[in-house]
């Protein structure tokens, strides 16, 4: 009974096996593959265009990094010469800049030149 038993678990694990197989050969043959070809093709773009997006995102986020590290830059440069031009533009630094050229600040207060003709009318 037991060799009975073997027999035909080892019949049925190989029909099991030779349905499965008959399965795949049957979703597997040519006209099949043919049939299912769009879908292929639809699921390759899909891949192409996944993939083409991740790489213009990592584009995007190093043109993001740069140009922040450039404006970052551009505003320390700005801080920078902003805070020279005023420091320059203090009084004491304008007659220490002009004393090579002879220039000298004056003493006395400026004179008020007036036209005697049009006060007269």
Same mark, same amino acid.
């Given at each position: 009974m *037991?060799? +009975?038993n073997n027999t035909e678990n080892s019949q049925n694990s190989l029909s099991g096996d030779g349905g499965k197989?008959?399965?795949w050969k049957q979703v597997l043959n040519y006209a099949s593959v043919?049939?299912?070809?769009? @879908? @292929? &093709? #639809? &699921?390759?773009? !899909?891949?192409v265009v996944y993939i083409y997006n991740g790489h213009a995102a990592d584009r995007l986020n190093r043109d993001i990094a740069k140009t922040t590290k450039e404006l970052k830059e551009l505003e320390y440069e700005y801080k920078t010469i902003k805070g020279e031009v !005023? #420091?320059?533009s203090k009084q004491s630094e !304008?007659?220490? +800049?002009?004393?090579? &050229?002879? &220039?000298k600040e004056m003493a006395? +207060?400026?004179?008020? !030149?007036? *036209?005697?003709?049009?006060?007269?009318?």
């Open positions: *037991d060799v +009975a197989r008959r399965r043919v049939k299912q070809m769009p @879908f @292929f &093709l #639809f &699921l390759s773009a !899909l891949a !005023l #420091f320059r !304008l007659v220490k +800049a002009v004393a090579p &050229l002879g &220039l006395t +207060a400026p004179m008020v !030149l007036t *036209d005697n003709k049009k006060e007269n009318n």
